[in-house]
């Protein structure tokens, strides 16, 4: 669904930089039109802009509205390039299921996998959000590292647990690119009720060395170490539909909770236990309802504010209800 405001906004943000393009909307719209479709200019303007606000190369931003509206008007994209490639798409477009695509990602994350009929499995993302990939083994494709940037040709989608996801197969050809691509992460707003504060939350101890937290004073990759005190919280937010896994630094901590690190430490040393500092979180903050924001990684939601809803006037709601898209209501 296209966010007019958002549009509007940009508009006004980037005005020569989407009039610079003029030449591209035009070529465009002939390649579109040639295959039956009529786009209007506006439109394409419209999406042109969108994508501009996000910082996307030009030429990255020319293959996604073609593809975009391609897709939309059922034209296999293929037409428009020639090869046998599937054309370059922004992470965003990815919104249905059996798409192929090309995309040009950096590695944000590589997550274990235990199956042998996965190579490797992770997250990557684009100026315009992530999504998690899977190289199956059967595709016998390369490697790819954290941090680094690669192009990946005819990827396809597919959903798993109600989740978009990429697949890397046999068809699939990695390359890494030298370009450094920034990733941008979807941010969120949540209403709901603090249900659960999990394992690993209140006064913990972290490595030095890699900053993990410790499990009994053992870290999983330098054993045992002389662990520093960090208090945070992982909850889950319950928003009457479903569950949000939450993460909490220390500074969002301290200020939800009311207790620092300092005093956490201190309460820990006279009971002797360092159980009673979740104990006491659980006591403050079970069961109340809080507006959450956060930017989605992964299946967490690092936690960039959070208000209980007692301290939220009347208008707040209001605009927080009118900026939830419609469907979600
Ligand atoms: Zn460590």
């Known amino acids: 669904m296209v966010d007019f405001q958002k549009l509007l ?27 039956g479709l009529n786009i209007t200019e506006a439109d394409l303007k419209a999406r042109f802009t969108l994508l501009s606000g996000f910082g996307v190369p030009k030429n990255e931003i020319v293959r996604s509205v073609l ?10 994209t293929k037409k428009f390039y020639g090869g046998g490639d599937n ?18 990602v950096k590695v944000v994350q590589l997550w274990n996998s235990e199956h042998e009929s996965i190579n490797q499995v992770g997250l990557v993302g684009d100026a315009t959000g ?3 990939f899977t190289s199956w ?7 790819m590292e954290e941090g680094k940037s690669y192009l990946i040709k005819n990827v396809v989608t597919s959903k798993f647990n109600e989740r978009m996801q990429i697949g890397i197969n046999k ?14 992460y979807a941010t969120m707003t949540i209403v709901g009720a603090l249900v659960n504060i999990q394992n690993g939350s209140g006064l913990i101890k972290r490595c030095p060395e890699c900053n993990r937290s410790l499990r009994n004073g053992v870290c999983s990759e330098h054993g045992k170490v002389q662990g520093t005190y960090d208090i945070r919280i992982k ?6 539909t479903e569950s949000h896994s939450i993460l909490l630094n220390t500074e969002l901590t301290e200020q939800v909770t009311g207790i620092n690190q300092e005093a956490a430490i201190a309460m820990a040393v006279e009971a002797m236990d360092q159980s009673v500092v979740v104990d006491e979180f659980e006591n403050r903050l079970l069961c109340r309802f809080f507006v959450v924001e956060g930017t989605k990684m992964d299946q967490t ?28 209501v």
């Open 87 to 104: 054309a370059e798409v922004t992470v965003d477009t990815l919104t249905d299921e059996n798409m192929w695509g090309t995309v040009r």
């Open 130 to 132: 992530t999504v998690k």
């Open 67 to 76: 593809n975009y509206f391609a897709t939309q008007g059922g034209i296999d």
């Open 9 to 35: 906004n940009n508009k006004k943000q980037n005005p020569r930089n989407v009039k610079e393009m003029d030449p591209e909307i035009q070529e465009i719209k002939t390649k579109l039109s040639e295959e």
């Open 301 to 328: 939601i690092l936690v960039s504010s959070m208000t209980p809803l007692g301290e939220i006037g009347q208008e707040d709601i209001k605009s927080l209800k009118a900026a939830i898209p419609a469907e979600v």
């Open 171 to 184: 068809k699939s050809v990695i390359s890494p690119v030298d370009d450094e691509i920034e990733v941008g």
């Open 235 to 240: 909850g889950s937010l319950d928003d009457g």
């Open 137 to 143: 083994a059967s595709a016998g494709a390369m490697n």
